[in-house]
């Protein structure tokens, strides 16, 4: 069994709602209180129980993140950026390759379960605006990706046509005048 809040009010000779004060970060501990308790929990390693604290949220402190590629380089920057938003606020990201398959989709989309994670980001190919209307998970989604679905969920996509006359301008700005597209129109 680990170090408990008890021990290190006991060390500190504290109670243990102010060694709770300190490790939750509030502000109205003086700072000489701060400094005991902290050396308490130097002194005997306690570490938080972040188990207990996401139940006391009612949170469990993961957000799904699922896209079709992570061997795609676009995709693997976006998940670490993703990561990177999600550390600073105390979130931990699961991270999910669909293989931008239908069925790999719906199992995300519908089946993860509202209670193992506080949210979903998903970047779909295949799912349909029955998909999304028919899901029945609480958790909060986000979708990504050039689709635009008529669903109660945020979305967030890029405009290709302004970004492609944005790129194609800057070209002709440059002096380039044989412009050719290479890639699929799917």
Known sequence: MGVSLKDVAQRAGVSIKTVSNVVNNYPHVTPQM????????????????????????GRT???????????????????????????????????????GLRERELLVCQEFRSHVIDGLILSPIHLENDDLLARQETSPLVLLGERE??????????????????AVRHLLDLGRRRIAFLGSRT
Request: without cysteine; negative net charge.
């Open 34 to 57: 701060r400094a005991k308790v902290q050396r308490a929990i130097d002194e005997l390693g306690y570490r938080p129980n972040l188990t207990a604290r996401h139940l006391r949220k």
């Open 61 to 99: 402190g993961i957000i799904a993140f699922a896209v079709p590629e992570l061997g795609n380089p676009y995709f693997a920057e976006l998940a670490g950026a993703v990561i990177d938003a999600a550390a600073q606020h105390d979130y931990t990201v699961l991270v999910d390759h669909t293989a």
């Open 149 to 166: 679905y008529e669903a109660p969920y945020d979305q967030i996509a890029i405009d290709n046509v302004a970004a492609a006359r944005s």
